[in-house]
Every structure is written in C-alpha cells, then in structure tokens.
C-alpha cells in the first residue's frame, strides 16, 4: 500500500495553499499536503504548530482565510460539518456519562432518523468491532480507560464516515494501553478501509501506526514521508531532532569522490560518508547519525569501519532492551550511542569512566544542509 509514490494515483484529500489567520496571528501558512484514501495518515509537530487547525478546517469547524480544501474532487468550502463526510473522533471523556455504551453508539445515527432496526444492527456491529459486546449495557463510569476509549472510538465510526479524525486520540490512556491501543486503531483502520489522519504531538505514536507523517513546524510542513524515511533520512536538523534522537556533527564538506563525502568539522574530526544529498564541496554540513547507528566498544574497531574515534564513558543508562552510552570523546564532543540488548547482560562490559571506542560505517549516517 504506497499510492503516494504512484505518479498516476490521485489524492483523496488536498490540502491546497491553506493559510489560517486568527487576527494578525498565522496558525497554517500557506500549507499544501495531500492524503491518500484508505492511507493512516499523521500529522505530527510540537504545541502549537497548528495541527489541530488543520483537522478542524477538514472537519468544517473552523475556515480557512485562503486556499481550498478539496475531498474525493470536492471544494469544502461552504458545506457545513454535518454533511461532511467525514468525523472527529473524541477523547473518551466526551461520551455521555448518564447513557450506556449502545445508546453512546446509537445517538448519532438516531439524530440522522436511521430506522430503528438498522440502529440495532449497527450498533451489534460496532460493539463487535471493538469487541465490547458483553459491555452493551453498561455506563462509561464502570468501563475500565481503554474501554471507554473503544466506545468513543465505535460511537464516531458508526455512521460510517470516509474520513476519520483523530486529535490527540490515546492522549488520556497510560503508557501500556496506550501502545496496545495503537495496534488496535490500526486494525481497525485496516478492517473498515477508512482513512484516517491523527494528530498528535508523540512521535512513537506517529511512527508506530501512520502509513505517513507530516512533520509541521509553525503552521508550515517540514517534511511528509513514511515513518522509516523519516527517520532513516530525514531532511533537516529540525526532522531529525523531533523524531528520535540524533548526533549533529557540523563540519564542511572537503570533498566528494568514488562515492564517498569526506567532511571535516575543524577539530579534528574526519568523517567519510556514502550519502552526501546535495551538499557539495565547500557546504557547511550536519552530519547526522542515530545512537544505534554507533558501535561501542572497549578495543580498536576493525577497519570495516571507516569511522571511528576514542572517547571515554561519561553516562550509562540500562533500559533493559538497550543500554545508552553517552562518551565523552577525546575532542571534548559527546556522542550518544546505544546497543541492543540482545544477548542477556550478565556483567557490565563496559563502565562509568572506561575508554571506549565509537565507530561506524560510511553508510550509517546522512548528511543535511538545512
Ligand atoms: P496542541 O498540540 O497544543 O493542540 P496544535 O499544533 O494542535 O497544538 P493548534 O490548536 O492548531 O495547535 O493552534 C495553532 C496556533 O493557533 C496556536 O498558537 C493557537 O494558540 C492558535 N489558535 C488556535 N485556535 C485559535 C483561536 N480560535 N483564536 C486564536 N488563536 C488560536
């Protein structure tokens, strides 16, 4: 499932120069993004970014000051929110309190005048869906968080939208149900063949169930992508850094040969790279490299890596599944780099304050100009 790379493949949803003004304040600038149907679809960005606007200019909650917004060939502009086809998923707190879970489900398609019949069928349906079947009768105060999440989650698919929205939708679950959760959603999302676009400030989140994200930054796309080119080759500082964790090394960029970037960073450090973008001979470069693109160890590293320097462990974190090292090394530079834990860890190899070498392939990182 990859329409996006499809040159022949329309979008289902486009975003098309969407400036958002709340007086002289810019929410949205002049963002354009298009989303594919039946794609699971993220947008992602710190507080703020504008997000939430941009789900609710789709959802008709709110209008745009310039630019379209056009569904399946449609123009929005002007069709109120009800006749939309698309709904917005609310946290669980927004179920009614005094109703069960199949009145909770049913009150929307009662509004629409559904036949009686139908709403019950519906509703057997949705409880089966997000397997709340046992549960039909009871009120939201004796369901346990992620329940309650289901029930907000079949209550605002029962009619059947084409779009769902989703803000911040796990924001209230804890960690653990959070994560279970994900999955489900995007079961769910597969077995109903809806596209869905969440918002959220969590990058694992984005990562773990979107097709693609879009990364914003002060109402402005950064970046939209899938989550592993996100974070595999992300296009700036900003990207790299707002999703996982990532060591920056500034350096210019000497030269280019046989496929290989040699960049300097001035103190020293020589870094040779595969994978140089466009940067070109004489740029002013970032060197970007993930902690568990590094390898660590306590001798010299053999010469199939091309990169390596010496340094001194200054910080150990055990996460259980990984260990994060953070050395110190030898130009005064502190680099993060992790190991998995794949092996049982009976005895700590390596300690506070031991030498330690760091070193990595030339294909391991990725080279930014912005
Ligand atoms: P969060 O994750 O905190 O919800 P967000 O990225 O969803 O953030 P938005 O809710 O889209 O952000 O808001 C974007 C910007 O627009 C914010 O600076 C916000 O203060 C501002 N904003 C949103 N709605 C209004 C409004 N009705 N009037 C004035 N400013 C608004």
Redesign the pocket.
Known sequence: FAPWADASAKPYISFENIT?K??D?I??DNLSLEIFEREFFALL????????????MLAGF?APTSGRILLDGQDLAGIPPYRRPVNMMFQSYALFPHMSVEHNIAFGLKQDGMPKADIERRVDEMLKLVKLEQFAKRKPHQLSGGQRQRVALARSVAKRPKVLLL??PLGALDKKLREETQFELVDLQHDLGLTFIV?T?DQEEAMTMADRIAI?DK?EVVQVATPAEIYEAPGSRFVADFVGTVNLIEGELKERENGVARIEDGQGLTILTEDAGDAAAGDRVWFAIRPEKLKVSAAEPDRTDSNAAEGEIYDIAYLGDMTVFHIRLDDGRIVKASTMNSARVSQELLTWHDRAWISFRPDAGVVLTR
């Open positions: 958002k709340f007086g304040f929410a949205v960005g710190a507080s703020g970014c504008g997000k939430s606007t941009l789900l609710r709110e803000d911040e918002v400030h914003l109402g």
